[in-house]
């Protein structure tokens, strides 16, 4: 406890301890750490900001589509069905049925009978593979961040450490006062590193069950469609054989 007051007065009696008077101090390498620990946490924000509204779209659009949609199916009108898919594009449901229902309707006037469903099914999945992949973007880079920022604010404390030994041979100078300067360099690019990280870990955590959760959304989605395409043909054998 003692020791850490000592350090802490040390830096403080260091004349730079504040952010502008350290950022001046530092090294060109520290210096060009601080940048890239900055454009990290700003690229991770833009990701945050990117997932998060578009995640919120997809929500909103799918309550409303999930309403509209199941009338027109209930009355089977594919093309309204489609239509309302197209008008909600930002829903990720929406994306998945209008693939399956364009997919149907394609197969039935160009493929046997009995390949109509295996073709939607085949049309279903290509969609959810292809929605899924957009959910995701960005993700990656922000796994990255929260994974290697931490070592770039380590990368920058070994700068600082470097520097203060540097500052010591200059000085001809021992003692904890010759190494306060590097060792306020080192803290503040560890901690730098840490606010960068954590806060990406966390979002990255938190939108990658956002997206799990949509894909369950997705296939709920598209074994209901398969079903009304099932009852859809079973009901028109029936009409025919009547």
């Known amino acids: ?8 007065g040390l830096l403080l009696q260091a004349g730079g301890f504040d952010l502008v008077g350290m950022w001046h101090s530092m090294g060109i390498p520290a210096k060009i750490v601080v940048v890239i620990l900055g454009i990290m946490s700003v690229w991770s924000i833009a990701i945050m900001i990117d997932r998060a509204l578009m995640f919120s779209a997809a929500k909103k659009q799918s309550r409303l589509f999930v309403q509209q949609v199941a009338a027109a199916l209930k009355d089977n009108k594919l093309d309204e069905a489609i239509s309302i898919a197209e008008k909600n594009k930002k829903s990720h449901i929406a994306k998945v049925v209008a693939t399956g229902l364009a997919e149907f309707q394609a197969a039935a006037v160009q493929v046997h009978e009995d390949e109509v469903l295996e073709a939607a099914k085949r049309g279903l999945e290509r969609s959810v593979a292809i929605v ?42 021992t003692g904890l006062s010759a190494v306060a300067g590097g ?18 870990v966390w979002t990255y955590n938190y ?4 997206v799990e959760q949509f894909d369950v959304e997705m296939d709920n989605s598209s074994m209901e469609l398969i079903n009304y395409f099932i009852t859809r043909r079973a009901s028109a054998n029936s009409a025919k054989k009547g």
């Open 1 to 8: 406890m003692v020791a850490n007051l000592s350090l802490a």
């Open 132 to 173: 899924h992949a957009e959910l995701k973007r960005g993700l990656g880079g922000l796994a990255t961040i929260g994974a290697t920022a931490p070592f770039v604010g380590l990368f920058g404390t070994v700068l600082g450490i470097i520097h203060a030994f540097q500052g010591i041979q200059a000085e001809k100078a």
């Open 183 to 200: 060792i306020a360099e080192a803290l503040v690019t560890t901690a730098l590193g840490l606010f960068v990280a954590v806060p990406a």
């Open 207 to 210: 939108f990658n069950g956002r």
